[in-house]
């Protein structure tokens, strides 16, 4: 009988979420954000979804849409990008091991109904099928439920303890997977080892879930932060949210630019400002939790 993902509320500890998702490879936040903020991006995205055609494949799907960009087009998703149980969280699960961590990539994703399940799979396959050691995590996801999602409305399919598998197998049989039922505005947090893939739709309504990927900071990107979010844009919001989509060294050496400026510094055309690898070490995951603007910013118009 297959295992179903834990599910927590949304008052538990970072640690004890963190706990089971080194466990199981995946947990459910119930309730972590309110249903009216999972209707505001859902409406503010929605002139985007409409232009978005279907995947037209069969690992994308045929009856699936998915809109990027998030940070760009839709305010309401900020705040759950950087939720503090979503960071402190990731905080112990990727931060143990690297200096710093980033988003991924961001998209909301609609599966329309008959829409069949999606083909089993890892996130992390998409760092070049690199075979990273079994419990050393690349990467965690988030899929926020902006609907609810039930069964019948194609609940992502999760192979709980998939993550510690030894062995990579050519395919994964489907009746290991269960359903990742949760109501709208929870958020199912899970590793990006983790077999897992979108269900087959059955009912006659969309499932939309908001997928927020995470990554180590000396990690390539899926999605260009970069160039989803213009840079005039990228100036208005805060130092954390700015920080998390690649405006930061991902480690001591990686990302400065032109004279040794950090993105950051390049971003508001000022100086550099010194770092040295302990202290960077040492105070680099603390600043994605910074709330405010970075002080070389102009204030607001």
């Not at 269900?199 to 999605?223: K, P």
């Not at 208005?236 to 050496?253: H, I, K, N, V, W």
Request: negative net charge; contains cysteine.
């Amino acid at each position: 009988m297959p295992r179903a993902a834990r599910t927590l509320g949304a008052d538990t500890a970072a640690a004890e979420i963190a706990a089971v998702l080194r466990e199981d490879g995946c947990v459910v936040i119930s309730d972590l954000a309110p249903p009216a903020t999972m209707d505001q991006v859902r409406a503010e995205l929605e002139p985007y979804l409409s232009r978005t055609s279907e995947g037209r494949s069969d690992f994308l799907g045929q009856a699936t849409r998915r809109t990027g960009a998030l940070v760009a087009r839709s305010p309401s998703a900020r705040p759950l990008i950087t939720h503090p149980t979503i960071i402190d969280t990731l905080d112990l699960v990727l931060g143990d091991h690297a200096s710093t961590f980033q988003i991924d990539l961001t998209q909301l994703v609609d599966i329309g109904p008959g829409e069949s399940a999606q083909d089993l799979h890892r996130d992390q396959w998409s760092f070049d099928r690199y075979p990273f050691p079994t419990g050393f995590e690349a990467e965690v996801g988030t899929m926020w439920a902006v609907t609810d999602f039930t069964e019948e409305m194609g609940a992502t399919r999760v192979v709980v303890g998939s993550h510690r598998w030894e062995e990579e197998p050519a395919e994964v049989d489907p009746s290991l997977t269960t359903g990742a039922v949760m109501t709208k505005g929870s958020v199912l947090v899970y590793a990006g080892s983790l077999f897992h893939g979108g269900g087959a739709n059955t009912s006659n309504v969309h499932r939309v879930g908001m997928n927020i990927g995470y990554s180590l900071g000396w990690l390539r990107q899926e999605e260009n932060q970069y160039l989803a979010c213009p840079p005039e844009v990228a100036r208005t919001l805060p130092e954390g949210l700015l920080r998390l989509m690649g405006y930061q060294r991902g480690s001591f050496a990686l990302g400065y630019v032109d004279d040794m400026r950090s993105p950051l510094d390049w971003l508001y055309d000022q100086p550099s400002t010194p770092v040295d690898f302990l202290s960077y070490r040492r105070s680099a995951r603390k600043l994605l939790r910074r709330t405010e603007r970075y002080p070389a910013a102009p204030p607001p118009a």
